[in-house]
C-alpha cells in the first residue's frame, strides 16, 4: 500500500507530465528539456510499478500502450458520424450556399478549415476523464479504439477547465508527412510492405491490437466539432474557443468566411498553399458557423446539409507507359494497366494506372510508349487521362486484349452490351480464387484481420485454400509453415478466423461475392429472408419483392446459388461453424442462467453457433465474443481456436458439445 507521500508524489508526476504534454504537443512551447521529461516519466512508472492503485485511468504512462488486445470492441454512436457532400467547382459551391441561404437566411457565415487527410474519430469524456474512443465505422456504429487513442500525446486523457459531466467531440486522426517518411523507411529496410500514402498508415496504426505499435508511429490529431455539449455554443468558431480551452488542438488554419467570396479565396489558397504543411490536406471543409442553422438545415441519410467538402483538382504529371498488363479480378474481369516510368504526384510515387477496360483505351487511344497524362484521382486513385499531344515517335505498339485470362489460360469473353472482358474460369482460376478469399476476409465482410494478399497467395499457391470455406480447416502448424508468418501471427490469425464464425449475416452474404449484391442489398436481403438456405429457395418473384431488389440482382442471386460450387461452399461454411442465419429472439419464460456468460469456439455438429447462443440467452444467461475473466462457461467444438487456449489460461469452465447439450438439457 503506497504511503501518503508516494500518493502525493505520483499525483504530482501525473499533473506535471500531463501539463508538459499539452505545451509540447499542443501548444509547442515546451518548457522543460527532452532529458527532464524522460527522468519524471521513469520516476513515475516506477512508483505506479511498485503501488499499481496509483496508475489512474488518466495516468501520462498509459500512453506507451498495455497489453496487446484480443479483438476491437464497438460503439453505438450518440450522434451519427456521417460523411461529407463534395464540391468540385466553385459552381457546386455556389448551389450549396444556395441552398443553405434558402432556409439560414442571407446573413449565414461559414467556419472554412483543412480537410486532414486522415481517420476521423470520436472520443467520449465523462467527468473529464477520457471514457471512450471510436472510429466513424459506418456512421452508426464504429470500433471502439480508446487503448490506441490514449498513446496519442495530443490528446487530453483529463481535460482542462470546467467541461460539461458529458463531453463528446470530434476530430481527424492523421500521420505527420515526417513521421509517414521514417516508417516507410523503416518498414522498407525490415522488408515489410509500405504505406501507400499517410492515410492508410494512420488508419492501419489506430487499428492494431498491441497498442505498443500504434504508440511508437507519433500519430497526431485535430478535433474540430463538439456534437454533445451543454449548453450548446453559438457558433462553430466559439466551439473551437471550447476546445482549444479544454486542452484539445484546434487547427489554427480555420477561418470564418462572411461570404462565398471569401469561402473561394479560402480554398484557392490552400490549394496553392497546401505543399507548406507538416500533413497531407485534399480540400477544405467548409461548415455553416452559426450552430442553431444546423438543426434547421438538417441531413440526409447520408451527409449533413449544413457542410460540404470542397475537393481540391487532382494533380497532374506526365510519364511514360512501359507496357500495359492486365490483372484478373475477384469476379474475372481482365482490366488493362498501364506500367508507368515511376511519377511522383503529390507525394506519392506512381507507378501504375489503371485503364479501365478495352474501350477506354481504344477512346483515349493509349499506346505501349506514349507520354501519358497521369493524375491522382481524389488524391488517391492514379488514372492516365490522355495521351500528351505531339510527343510520339512512331515507336508505340497498340494494345490488344488477350483472348484469354493472362493467369489461368481459360477462354476471356466480353458479353453483349457489357464493357468488361472476362475469365470463363470462375470456380479454379487463380486470379479469381485469390481476389474472392480477399474480399471474403475484408472488412466490410468477414472481417478476418491479418489475412492480406501475402498469406492468401501463400495459401493458395500450396493447395492450403481453394474455396473461404477452407479457411476454417487451417491448422497453427500449416500457417506458422509459411513464409514470414510466425507463431505469434499464425495464433492472431487463427483468432480472427474463429472470430468471423459469427459476424452477421448481412457481412457473410457480402463476403460471398454474388454480383450486384453490395452491403447496402446484401442487409436487406438478410433482414427479408434470415437464412442462407431461404434466400437460396427463394424464386424471382420472391426476390424482386423486396425494396431495392430489381430484375438484375434477382437473377443475379439465383444463378449464384444454382451453381453446385456454391451450395457447396454454403453447406462447408455451416459445417465449420459459419453462422448461416440471424437468431430468433430468445422467447420468455425461467431465466436458470441468468448472470451467466457463454463463449463459443469452433464449429458445432448438432447445432449452428446462432441457435447455441439462442438456447442460452433463452435460459437467461448472455453470449461474448472474447474469453474474458467474466467468462463462465466456454463451449469448445471442432477445431477450436486461441480462445480455447484463452479459457484454459484464465481457468474458465470448458465443455464440449456433448457436456453443453447436457447442460441446457436440464432446463
Not at 478549415?113 to 469524456?125: F, H, Q, W
Amino acid at each position: 500500500m503506497a504511503t501518503e507521500a508516494e500518493r502525493e508524489r505520483a499525483a504530482w508526476l501525473q499533473r506535471a507530465l500531463a501539463r508538459h504534454d499539452y505545451l509540447y504537443h499542443v501548444l509547442d512551447r515546451p518548457e522543460i528539456d527532452d532529458a527532464t521529461y524522460d527522468r519524471l516519466f521513469r520516476e513515475l512508472e516506477a512508483l505506479e510499478r511498485l503501488h499499481p492503485e496509483l496508475a489512474v485511468s488518466d495516468s501520462p504512462t498509459r500512453r506507451v500502450g498495455g497489453a496487446p488486445l484480443a479483438a476491437f470492441g464497438t460503439v453505438r454512436h450518440t450522434v451519427p458520424m456521417l460523411s461529407l457532400g463534395k464540391a468540385y467547382t466553385r459552381e457546386e459551391l455556389a448551389d450549396f450556399h444556395r441552398r443553405v441561404a434558402a432556409i439560414a437566411g442571407p446573413d449565414v457565415s461559414y467556419l472554412c478549415d483543412l480537410k486532414i487527410d486522415g481517420l476521423s474519430v470520436t472520443l467520449r469524456y465523462e467527468a473529464g476523464v477520457l471514457a471512450y474512443g471510436a472510429t466513424r465505422g459506418d456512421g452508426t456504429v464504429g470500433e471502439d479504439i480508446t487503448t490506441n487513442l490514449r498513446t496519442i500525446r495530443s490528446l487530453p486523457l483529463r481535460l482542462q477547465g470546467a467541461p460539461p459531466d458529458v463531453l463528446e467531440v470530434r476530430g481527424e486522426a492523421y500521420l505527420p508527412l515526417d513521421a509517414f517518411t521514417r516508417l516507410n523507411a523503416e518498414r522498407e529496410a525490415a522488408g515489410a510492405p509500405i504505406f501507400a500514402n499517410p492515410r492508410n498508415a494512420a488508419a492501419g496504426s489506430l487499428r492494431q491490437l498491441d497498442p505498443k505499435v500504434t504508440a511508437g508511429r507519433a500519430l497526431d490529431t485535430f478535433i474540430y466539432a463538439l456534437p454533445v455539449h451543454t449548453p450548446v455554443p453559438a457558433t462553430l468558431a466559439a466551439a473551437r474557443q471550447l476546445l482549444a480551452g479544454y486542452g484539445f488542438r484546434v487547427n489554427g488554419a480555420a477561418r470564418v468566411c462572411a461570404d462565398l467570396d471569401q469561402v473561394w479565396a479560402y480554398c484557392r489558397e490552400w490549394q496553392e498553399r497546401r505543399r507548406e504543411l507538416p500533413y497531407e490536406i485534399d480540400g477544405v471543409v467548409i461548415t455553416v458557423n452559426e450552430l442553431d442553422f444546423h438543426l434547421l438545415l438538417g441531413a440526409t441519410s447520408s451527409s449533413p446539409r449544413w457542410a460540404v467538402a470542397y475537393k481540391f483538382s487532382p494533380e497532374r504529371g506526365e510519364t511514360m507507359v512501359r507496357d500495359i498488363v492486365v490483372s484478373v479480378g475477384r469476379t474475372g474481369t481482365l482490366t488493362p494497366l498501364a506500367v508507368l516510368e515511376p511519377l511522383e504526384l503529390g507525394g506519392v510515387t506512381v507507378g501504375r494506372a489503371s485503364l479501365h477496360n478495352e474501350d477506354l483505351v481504344r477512346e483515349k487511344d493509349v499506346r505501349i510508349g506514349d507520354t501519358v497524362i497521369v493524375q491522382r484521382a481524389g488524391d488517391v486513385i492514379p488514372e492516365v487521362v490522355g495521351v500528351a499531344p505531339g510527343r510520339r515517335t512512331g515507336a508505340e505498339r497498340p494494345f490488344c486484349m488477350p483472348a484469354v485470362c493472362p493467369v489461368c489460360g481459360a477462354e476471356a469473353v466480353r458479353l453483349e452490351g457489357e464493357a468488361a472482358t472476362r475469365c470463363t474460369n470462375a470456380t479454379s482460376c487463380p486470379a479469381q480464387v485469390v481476389e474472392g478469399i480477399l474480399h471474403f476476409a475484408s472488412r466490410d465482410a468477414m472481417h478476418i484481420e491479418g489475412l492480406g494478399p501475402a498469406v492468401v497467395s501463400q495459401l493458395t499457391g500450396a493447395g492450403l485454400v481453394a474455396s473461404p470455406a477452407d479457411l476454417y480447416r487451417l491448422t497453427r502448424e500449416q500457417l506458422e509453415g509459411l513464409e514470414r508468418v510466425g507463431p505469434k501471427s499464425a495464433a492472431n490469425l487463427l483468432e480472427a478466423i474463429d472470430r468471423s464464425r459469427d459476424r452477421p449475416l448481412a457481412k457473410l452474404l457480402f463476403g460471398l461475392g454474388i454480383r450486384f449484391v453490395g452491403q447496402r442489398v446484401a442487409q436487406v436481403l438478410a433482414d427479408r429472408f434470415r437464412d442462407l438456405d431461404a434466400l437460396a429457395q427463394a424464386d424471382e418473384s420472391a426476390l424482386q419483392a423486396v425494396d431495392e431488389v430489381g430484375p438484375r440482382i434477382a437473377e443475379s442471386v439465383q444463378a449464384f446459388f444454382r451453381q453446385e460450387a456454391s451450395r457447396r461452399l454454403v453447406a462447408e461454411l455451416k459445417a465449420a461453424g459459419v453462422e448461416t442465419a440471424l437468431p430468433d429472439a430468445p422467447a420468455e419464460g425461467p431465466q436458470p442462467l441468468a448472470g451467466k456468460t457463454f463463449v463459443f469456439t469452433g464449429s458445432l455438429t448438432g447445432l449452428t453457433r446462432a441457435q447455441a447462443e439462442a438456447r442460452v440467452q433463452a435460459l437467461g444467461a448472455r453470449t461474448a465474443g472474447s474469453v474474458s475473466r467474466h467468462s463462465d462457461y466456454v463451449v469448445a467444438g471442432d477445431n477450436a481456436g486461441s480462445k480455447l487456449d484463452r479459457a484454459r489460461e484464465l481457468g474458465r469452465t470448458i465443455l464440449s458439445e456433448a457436456e453443453f447439450l447436457e447442460l441446457i438439457a436440464r432446463y
